[in-house]
């Protein structure tokens, strides 16, 4: 009897071993199989794996107060218009935290801080403003937050740091192709420069005019300044007036650029303009009406350009805002496309795998055209040059 019991209870012991090296087994098998479907780990590294929609903060530092507003209104749009699009496509979900800068270098500070610090993003759009980006992009590089410029134009913006890119194209970019335009059309020998000398981005653009003019090899008869927020600008035409230029070399925001013109024309003064950057927008038109016509300018934006991408961006842009865009508008849109680029193709919402997959990016088409990034951050694209005629943008011929 004793010997049967023993035998019952080897049995019953063998088998109890033989069930749990089964449970043993399929215990690992389980877990690894639940690795791989990303059901245990991060929700990131499920996202890599499972091709699950990659989601992302994106902290969006913006010109939303104050005289130059309009910029900032314009990005925001674009912004806005292109996640909702993106998110549409279900392959990217970008949550947009926006903070108001009023085109103020302390507030762009505070704002990024608080983007980064507090909302945890993980990457910055913005903000609107070259001198903003002086002070907000080393701030981003030490966190190694990566920060995308879609209207900084001002020489040395890449080079800031890593983390730093921008899909706008610099003034040293721009200027140089529509001077030559100009020089070419109205055999131009003499040139006046008048400047902003107290902002990063017109004196960025007063370097540049400066420079193509000595390659060009063109005379600059007078060169003069003036301030932000400045109405009256009287002295300054009466001296390029009076020096009888072939053409002037403007570098300006939209609101002094358009008083600039308003007043040449009404002083008489019938030459030609060639403006910076800062005169890319609809504004300029509004507010100088039809001094406005003759001024040249370069930009990646053309929106009557017979391209079926940006003909869709424009109707849905009108549709959604009831006006059309303009390059700032066209350049935010296309730079949270190139965000979600880089979201999707680094596969996480993690800071250092996005700034290397923004790295990466070659020759990605948008609204703008064919851009890549260069090896210091700054976009490769070709400018159109266009000049304003009966008070509307045209392609330069």
């Known amino acids: 009897m004793n010997k049967k019991l023993q035998l019952v209870f080897s049995l019953m012991m063998a088998f109890a071993l033989v069930?749990?090296?089964?449970?043993?087994?399929?215990?690992?098998?389980?877990?690894?199989?639940?690795?791989?479907s990303g059901t245990s780990g991060s929700a990131d590294e499920g996202s890599k794996d499972t091709g699950e929609v990659v989601k992302a903060k994106v902290g969006v530092i913006s010109y939303l107060t104050g005289p130059g507003a309009s910029y900032g209104e314009a990005i925001t749009n674009g912004l806005k218009l292109a996640n909702k699009e993106i998110t549409e496509a279900g392959?990217?979900?970008?949550?947009?935290?926006?903070?108001?800068?009023?085109?103020?270098?302390?507030?762009?500070?505070?704002?990024?801080q608080k983007l980064m610090n507090s909302e945890n993003v993980d990457i910055i759009v913005?903000?609107?403003?070259?001198?903003?980006?002086?002070?907000?992009?080393?701030?981003?590089?030490?966190?190694?937050v990566t920060i995308i410029g879609t209207s900084t134009t001002a020489a040395g913006i890449p080079q800031i740091g890593d983390y730093v890119f921008r899909n706008s194209i610099p003034e040293s970019m721009a200027i140089p192709a529509s001077v030559?335009?100009?020089?070419?059309?109205?055999?131009?020998?003499?040139?006046?420069?008048?400047?902003?000398?107290?902002?990063?981005?017109?004196?960025?653009?007063?370097?540049?005019?400066?420079?193509?003019?000595?390659?060009?090899?063109?005379?600059?008869?007078?060169?003069?300044?003036?301030?932000?927020?400045?109405?009256?600008?009287?002295?300054?035409?009466?001296?390029?007036?009076?020096?009888?230029?072939?053409?002037?070399?403007?570098?300006?925001?939209?609101?002094?650029?358009?008083v600039i013109l308003d007043q040449a024309r009404k002083m008489g003064i019938d030459v030609p303009v060639v403006g910076g950057n800062g005169f890319?927008?609809?504004?300029?038109?509004?507010?100088?009406?039809d001094a406005s016509n003759g001024l040249i300018v370069a930009t990646p934006w053309f929106g009557k350009k017979d391209d079926e991408k940006v003909k869709k961006f424009v109707e849905a842009y009108k549709?959604?805002?009831?006006?059309?865009?303009?390059?700032?508008?066209a350049q935010a849109y296309d730079?949270?496309?190139?965000?979600?680029?880089?979201?999707?193709?680094?596969?996480?919402?993690?800071?250092?795998?996005?700034?290397?997959?923004?790295?990466?990016?070659?020759?990605?088409?948008?609204?703008?055209?064919?851009?890549?990034?260069?090896?210091?951050?700054?976009?490769?694209?070709?400018?159109?040059?266009?000049?304003?005629?009966?008070?509307?943008?045209v392609v330069f011929e």
């Open 91 to 112: 392959e990217v979900e970008l949550e947009l935290k926006i903070e108001d800068s009023a085109g103020k270098q302390e507030e762009a500070l505070s704002a990024a």
């Open 126 to 144: 913005g903000p609107t403003l070259s001198t903003e980006m002086q002070v907000v992009a080393p701030e981003a590089d030490l966190n190694g």
């Open 319 to 329: 549709a959604e805002y009831g006006m059309e865009p303009d390059q700032f508008a």
């Open 19 to 36: 069930v749990l090296a089964a449970c043993g087994g399929g215990s690992s098998s389980d877990t690894k199989e639940e690795s791989n």
């Open 280 to 289: 890319n927008s609809p504004e300029v038109i509004k507010i100088a009406g």
């Open 180 to 258: 030559q335009k100009a020089v070419d059309e109205y055999d131009v020998k003499k040139v006046a420069i008048l400047y902003g000398n107290d902002d990063v981005f017109t004196k960025a653009g007063y370097d540049v005019m400066k420079q193509v003019a000595e390659d060009m090899g063109l005379e600059v008869v007078t060169t003069e300044t003036f301030q932000l927020g400045q109405s009256d600008y009287k002295a300054q035409l009466t001296k390029i007036k009076n020096m009888n230029p072939d053409l002037i070399l403007c570098s300006a925001l939209y609101n002094e650029g358009s």
């Open 335 to 393: 730079g949270l496309y190139l965000v979600a680029e880089a979201v999707k193709n680094a596969g996480e919402a993690d800071r250092d795998a996005i700034r290397d997959a923004m790295a990466e990016i070659r020759d990605f088409n948008g609204v703008l055209g064919t851009m890549s990034f260069d090896e210091e951050g700054d976009i490769v694209m070709e400018p159109t040059v266009l000049i304003i005629k009966d008070n509307e943008y």
